[in-house]
């Protein structure tokens, strides 16, 4: 019986993390009954951890900037609900926690992508969607534009864990790269326990218009695209059918 690859298994798992995502943001919208009581029971349990909350942000932080693992650890939602429960009592020590753990993942993944980054690319770019049209792409954005991918890449679960490892194998130059992972870290560290502690205080108001949230945010991604970036789209749509067809071919 032939034996499951690296591959395979990374597949299951993206799989599996994502139902468990859609399943969550389904209760979120259908049953936010059922999201709040779990909310506050996590709630209950974070103030008796009292300052134990401190290491679990900073872990939270730390390893969802890792490749690979990041995207299938639920950080944000970790550092929105301990965070933000945390951050009512605990702010500015919450956010050296969170500051401190970003820092020091971002790091992580950029030496991991200096030592094994194209390697790593080469083999298994195509299970995380970063094949060769994607590569082509990110190398060029990050030698044009590496200190908003460093800076805002924080904000997303996908972008967070590989932009850093993107950036090391993509050779950004050390001190380039620290400077605005730094910036980046402070930036995301205060805007996201800033939300947390607005989402843990008004969870009520928050869960009855988070509906609409998402459908905003859905609907001002495909607004953007199709009216700033339809070109760049059009365009990736075209290499990518390209570069499946001689995948095909081989």
């Known amino acids: 019986m032939k034996k499951p690859t690296p591959t395979i298994w990374i597949q299951w798992l993206q799989g599996i993390m994502s139902l468990f995502f859609m399943a969550i943001l389904g209760i979120f919208i259908f049953r936010p009954d059922l999201a709040e009581r779990a909310i506050r029971a996590v709630g209950a349990l974070s103030a008796q951890l009292g300052h134990w909350n401190f290491v679990i942000v900073f872990l939270t932080s730390f390893i969802e900037s890792f490749p690979v693992i990041g995207i299938m650890v639920p950080g944000q939602q970790v550092m929105l609900v301990v965070g933000g429960f945390y951050g009512q009592s605990h702010f500015l020590l919450a956010v050296f926690a969170a500051c401190v753990g970003a820092i020091l993942g971002n790091w992580v993944g950029y030496w991991l992508g200096v030592r094994y980054g194209l390697a790593f690319l080469a083999k298994y770019g195509d299970v995380f969607a970063l094949g060769k049209t994607e590569q082509k792409i990110l190398a060029k954005r990050i030698d044009k534009n590496g200190p908003l991918f460093i800076v805002f890449g924080k904000f997303h679960n996908f972008t967070r864990a590989f932009v850093p490892f993107l950036a090391g194998s993509f050779s950004m130059k050390n001190d380039k790269f620290w400077r605005y992972n730094v910036i980046g870290s402070i930036l ?8 947390g502690v607005f989402f843990t205080t008004y969870i009520d108001i928050v869960l009855d218009w988070i509906s609409w ?6 609907l001002g991604v495909v607004g953007y695209v199709a009216t700033y970036r339809r070109k760049e789209f059009m365009e990736y749509v075209r290499d990518k059918q390209k570069e499946l067809q001689e995948e095909l071919q081989k």
């Open 213 to 218: 949230f998402f459908l905003a945010i859905f």
């Open 188 to 195: 995301w560290s205060f805007a996201i326990l800033t939300l």
